[in-house]
């Protein structure tokens, strides 16, 4: 059974090793280069009780993150978040994306002051795009080939979910 904690800054290295890991499939980040944890340093101070980033444990062993950050710095956007989701190589594929995504939906229901969740996902990326929309999320829109990765155009596809 997993469970979910608030982040602290000790498991910032954990963090970054997750998120690293997604990097060479170029369908996930928009990153080409593992990040430094010193790079993400200001990144985690961002995160705070309105906006919270998790970290996914198996028993005591971190195997993903989870955070919803701020939309758009705008007193307008203050309803909604941006999602994130990763999990380690060896936790895909087991279920845990459907529970993060169920857990951070309580979290939205009983404690959080969000309206509006949105979600970018590459379009190479499907087994994320059928997470989200498993979990109820709609597909609004694309950007198409606002990106270049490995050298490659990638669009953005766009799904929303509101609470």
């Not at 910032?12 to 430094?36: F, G, R």
């Not at 996914?56 to 203050?78: M, N």
């Not at 999320?137 to 953005?156: A, F, N």
Request: a neutral charge; proline letters at 6%.
């Amino acid at each position: 059974m997993i469970n979910f904690q608030r982040a602290v800054p000790s498991e910032l290295p954990q963090i970054v090793k997750i998120y690293n890991s997604a990097v060479p499939s170029h369908d996930i980040t928009d990153d080409e280069m593992p990040i430094t944890v010193d790079s993400r340093q200001e990144w985690l101070n961002h995160f705070n009780d309105r906006f919270p980033i998790w970290v996914v444990k198996d028993e005591s062993k971190i195997i993903g993150w989870c955070a919803l950050g701020q939309f758009y710095p705008h007193r307008a956007y203050r309803f909604s978040a941006e999602i994130s989701i990763y999990l380690a190589p060896d936790a895909q594929g087991h279920g845990y994306g459907q529970q993060i995504l169920s857990f951070i939906d309580q979290q939205i229901k009983t404690t959080l002051d969000i309206k509006t969740v949105i979600a970018y996902v590459y379009e190479n990326n499907l087994p994320s795009q059928k997470l989200f929309q498993k979990s109820g999320y709609q597909q609004c829109g694309s950007l198409p080939q606002i990106s270049v990765i490995g050298g490659e155009l990638r669009t953005l596809k766009i799904f929303v979910k509101h609470f």
